[in-house]
């Protein structure tokens, strides 16, 4: 029995722009106008969009003389615990407890303070501070001038990063006469106050690093993580159809993680089949101006947003041997490490933040340099998958395993107190 035989189907999207679907979303705006106007109405419904901080963190034992940090980064995890974190579809929950824990080890009793807090005010003097935008610079202000404060930077700089996702615009409106508006997105890049740093801890590579150069502060890299998902049953896949077969895995901005050009690469190859998983339905403007090729394409498969614990994700990792990655600026791209944890064979941008063992990337990236790079995959002999899926688990396992992470903070941290101690 083919893979192709075994494999259950896989639900996709349907084309939102159909005339079923154009009443369904009518509801739906509907009971949005409702929901609004009972906010209005009962603003006590409205939520806070984070949990209140945690005080006094020891995942470890500090030891005496004990110091105090502040951690402005995600609460989350330090109200529902390490389990909790292990089910979540990014590996940052985990790495939050990781800095926690971390921090412990060298003598710092740990408040945690969520990122979207911006209204918590410091009660208590702070030997140590990591935080992020947006709200380092108003919390930095607020401490001893003595206070350690280290920027926790969890993407490419945002000078860099604006003008890689300009870029990206400025060639699909080159390419196919699309002009696309990223304004939220834009929004969305910042850094405030990264100036003030006395050292900058950054999830990424020497490639994510060398974006913050120009600010002359120490700066450090720290890996990312891998999920704990489920390991790929390898002896089971059929390498000689999984060769043909493409993941996209991402999250928000599909301009900015390149699935434009992916689209127009894989458009023009019915033989080599696209499987989609990002959160298509939030873009409804990308949607609409690549509603043929996603719709429309026997060989091109929108799935949406998808849960990397589930049947669903496992069943996509049997099917696609490699990933596509295409992004223009990255930290480093939790979504490629996890599709390496499965075997997946990355092919991916310089810009995505990771080391290859290969040094091979799509560079300059490019449809054409997609297409050829994907021609050329799908055409290795079956056993050079299987070699490459195995030495990719193995590469993931090794140099992106939480102990990893944990190792290359601490080095950074003893690096940062040592400094401030000089």
Not at 9 to 28: G, Y
Not at 369 to 385: F, R
Request: a neutral charge.
């Amino acid at each position: 029995m083919t893979m192709a035989q075994s494999q259950p189907n896989i639900a996709e999207l349907t084309d939102p722009f159909s005339l079923s679907k154009v009443v369904e979303r009518a509801t739906a705006r509907t009971r949005n106008v409702a929901a609004k106007v009972l906010r209005l109405v009962r603003p006590e419904i409205a939520k806070s969009t984070y949990l209140p901080p945690v005080f006094n963190v020891e995942i470890e034992p500090v030891a005496a003389p004990r110091k105090r940090a502040l951690l402005n980064y995600l609460v989350k995890p330090f109200h529902l615990g390490q389990e909790s974190a292990d089910r979540h579809s990014y590996s940052n929950e985990s790495i939050a407890r990781m800095m926690a824990r971390s921090l412990n080890r060298n003598g710092y009793v740990v408040d945690v303070v969520d990122w979207l807090d911006t209204t918590f005010q410091p009660a208590c003097d702070y030997d140590l501070f990591i935080g992020m935008t947006p709200s380092f610079q108003r919390l930095a202000n607020l401490l001893k001038p003595d206070t350690i404060k280290i920027y926790w930077a969890t993407r490419s700089h945002a000078s860099f990063e604006k003008a890689a996702l300009q870029a990206r615009l400025d060639a699909l409106y080159k390419r196919r006469g699309l002009s696309l508006r990223e304004d939220e997105l834009f929004a969305g890049i910042r850094d405030d106050g990264v100036e003030s740093a006395d050292a900058i801890f950054v999830i990424g590579n020497q490639q994510t690093v060398s974006t913050y150069d120009h600010l002359g502060l120490p700066t450090y890299a720290v890996t990312n993580a891998c999920l704990p998902i489920k390991k790929p049953e390898l002896d089971a896949k059929d390498f000689a159809t999984a060769r043909k077969n493409f993941l996209f895995l991402s999250s928000w901005g599909l301009v900015h993680k390149g699935l434009d050009q992916t689209l127009d690469a894989f458009s023009k190859m019915p033989d080599l089949h696209l499987w989609i998983c990002a959160p298509l339905k939030d873009d409804r403007a990308f949607l609409r101006a690549y509603r043929t090729e996603l719709f429309d394409r026997s060989n091109i498969h929108p799935i949406g947003w998808v849960d990397l614990h589930s049947e669903k994700f496992r069943h996509l990792v049997n099917r696609c041997a490699f990933q596509l990655f295409p992004s223009c600026a990255e930290g480093m791209a939790g979504s490629v490490l996890n599709g390496m944890s499965q075997g997946l064979i990355p092919l991916i941008t310089r810009e995505s933040g990771i080391d290859l063992a290969s040094n091979s990337y799509l560079d300059p990236c490019s449809p054409e340099l997609i297409g050829k790079v994907a021609t050329e995959v799908s055409n290795w002999p079956s056993e050079k998958v299987r070699n490459e899926a195995i030495l990719t688990i193995k590469e993931a396992e090794t140099a992106h395993s939480f102990d990893a992470v944990l190792s290359q903070f601490e080095s950074a941290l003893r690096a940062a107190i040592g400094m401030s101690q000089t």
